[in-house]
């Protein structure tokens, strides 16, 4: 499995981006917001999702493992796959994104390509409990965040990583920062 690849931009095709990663070409397949940040000449790092067929293999980017996260719970839903996925992320940045399934908003869902009414509703119904309740987010953690990352790879949701930091000190390294956060979820 790869990932997460880290080169320099070398061409932009559709919805895909070509990195050079020493001197090896990676197609990766990424949301529009992504799309649209990525210049070519310019470095980028993009976490991957491997999606292998029985005649391709596929590679999606994010530039946030949030939004990993959250491609990874879309494609859990039956009838979503990846490109459908990309599209729903394509919507807005992943936490308008959770943020609409969390206060089960299936007409903002439905705005993607591809995405009718049942659809919507059950991408609603599958994932409501597993990205938290909207708006909670009282002491809002900074995007970017690595110890919300790390939390996040580690499996717990949105709601659960952002609660555990917001007492934490943000001055603290990065590993103390998870290690207290940790202590307060158990």
């Known amino acids: 499995m790869i990932a997460h690849v880290a080169g320099q931009v070398v061409e932009k095709t559709d919805n895909a981006l070509i990195i050079d990663v020493g001197g090896v070409g990676y197609e990766v397949q990424v949301a529009a ?3 649209t940040a990525a210049h070519l000449g310019e470095p980028v790092k993009l976490y991957t999702y ?4 029985e005649n391709a293999h596929d590679l999606f980017g994010f530039s946030g493992l949030p939004a990993k996260r959250l491609f990874e719970l879309l494609i859990s839903v039956s009838g979503v796959g990846p490109k459908m996925g990309l599209a729903l992320l394509s919507l807005g940045d992943a936490e308008a994104l959770r943020g ?3 206060r089960s908003d299936a007409t903002f ?6 995405v009718g009414k049942r659809l919507a509703e059950r991408i609603v119904v599958d994932l409501k409990d597993k990205v938290g309740a909207a708006g909670i987010n009282l002491h809002p953690v900074a995007a970017g965040d690595d110890a919300l990352s790390a939390l996040l790879a580690l499996g717990y949701n949105l ?27 158990a």
């Not at 491997?50 to 067929?53: G, L, N, Q, T, V």
């Not at 709601?159 to 979820?185: C, F, P, W």
């Open 159 to 185: 709601q659960q990583a952002n609660e555990s930091l917001a007492g934490v000190d943000t001055n603290l390294s990065v590993e103390a920062r998870i290690k207290l956060a940790l202590k307060q979820m």
């Open 33 to 35: 917001g992504d799309f």
């Open 50 to 53: 491997d999606h292998w067929r």
């Open 109 to 114: 869902i439905q705005r993607a390509n591809g």
């Open 100 to 102: 609409a399934i969390a």
